[in-house]
């Protein structure tokens, strides 16, 4: 069964704590995305990676790390220094020559602050 | 993104009922392209648009694409409730390295 998946659906993050979101798939894309998404709007673009061992910083990456150690893999950190972590994030692989005329997403992580 | 403005932010509409949502750029693209939300879930990939004046339909979901290239419409024909979600435009501006979205529109077809 192919696609994309994240873990786990919801998070809760303590103030202070680093917290990990998952992001693995069988598709076999070299690109892939990590986006957040806020209410009422559009997504925003933390980090992506366009080949393994390679990443580079989107509009919003201050408060985010990733890695990309294995192809299927791109797991995202939030930090602590991520003041308001609380959204929806969403993991994308990408078709195309540039890596993401078409996007393929996954089910996404709620994360929220306690 | 400031940079395609999405209308309407939301649309109630009658089972049965025909729509349209539009997308509209800033800056001339390279590509637009519809995806698809369910609530709390990914995005689905719906249509992508790269030609000027290109129209493309699925189902009864159409999507045009201006001679100009910054400015697209969705149009659905007969709405159902399984076309209820979030509809949201993606762009590939020239000299970008991702694509960059609208915040999209939301959709509640009442049966």
């Known amino acids: 069964d192919g696609g994309i998946t994240q873990s786990p659906k919801y998070l809760f993050r303590k103030e202070g704590q680093n917290v990990t979101l998952s992001c693995e798939q069988n598709l076999n894309h070299d690109a892939m995305y990590w986006y957040r998404q806020d209410p009422g709007q559009g997504l925003r673009l933390i980090y992506y990676?366009?080949?393994?061992?390679?990443?580079q910083k989107g509009d919003i990456a201050e408060g985010y790390s990733v890695s990309r150690e294995k192809k299927e893999s791109f797991p995202l950190t939030v930090t602590s220094a991520q003041k308001n972590p609380t959204a929806f994030y969403l993991c994308a692989t990408g078709q195309g020559a540039r890596g993401f005329e078409k996007l393929f997403f996954g089910s996404g992580t709620q994360l929220s602050v306690l | 993104s400031q940079e395609l403005e999405q209308s309407p932010q939301s649309l109630i509409v009658q089972e049965g009922k025909n729509l349209t949502i539009n997308c509209t750029s800033s800056k001339t693209l390279y590509g637009l392209y519809w995806y698809k939300q369910k609530y709390g879930e990914g995005l689905i990939f719906l249509m992508m648009?790269?030609?000027?004046?290109e129209e493309k339909s699925h189902e009864k979901i159409t999507a045009k694409l201006d001679e100009k290239k910054q400015q697209s419409s969705l149009h659905i024909t007969a709405s159902q409730p399984s076309h209820a979600g979030i509809y949201l435009c993606?762009?590939?501006?020239?000299?970008?390295?991702?694509?960059?979205f609208g915040a999209g529109t939301r959709l509640t077809v009442k049966p």
């Open positions: 990676s366009q080949i393994v061992n390679d990443f």
């Open positions: 993606g762009a590939d501006f020239p000299g970008n390295n991702d694509m960059r």
């Open positions: 648009l790269q030609k000027g004046g």
